[in-house]
Nanobody, 116 residues
Framework: QVQLVESGGGLVQPGGSLRLSCAAS????????MGWYRQAPGKQRELVAS???????KYVDSVKGRFTISRDNAKNTVYLQMNSLKPEDTAVYYC??????????WGQGTQVTVSS
């Protein structure tokens, strides 16, 4: 089992920045990939960014050049630095972990609202 605790969401004006953090505990030795998903009202959950155990990263096209995912293996934490935020980035952001056994674990979600 892996437990995930997220932090860092909030309200920000367009063009602003936020950094999300997700700390993992439990069976952390089994973690392979870590990532962030988001779900806006009335829309499906989508993958925003992911990072593998060897730090290969992937991003959805809409955030490329604005968001950066990183992980600190010593702290078992994954981060999502979000710059140049737009109103369309408003969503609940969920941390996700995939283990070497193929199991998925989710954080509780953190609200990000981009509005003037």
């Amino acid at each position: 089992q892996v437990q995930l605790v997220e932090s860092g969401g909030g309200l920000v004006q367009p063009g602003g920045s936020l950094r999300l953090s997700c700390a993992a505990s439990g069976s952390i030795f089994s973690i392979y990939a870590m990532g962030w998903y988001r779900q806006a009202p009335g829309k499906q959950r989508e993958l925003v960014a992911s990072i593998s155990s060897i730090s290969n990263t992937k991003y959805v096209d809409s955030v490329k050049g604005r968001f950066t995912i990183s992980r600190d293996n010593a702290k078992n934490t994954v981060y999502l630095q979000m710059n140049s935020l737009k109103p369309e980035d408003t969503a609940v952001y969920y941390c996700n972990v995939v283990t070497i056994h193929g199991a998925n674990y989710w954080g509780q979600g953190t609200q990000v609202t981009v509005s003037s």
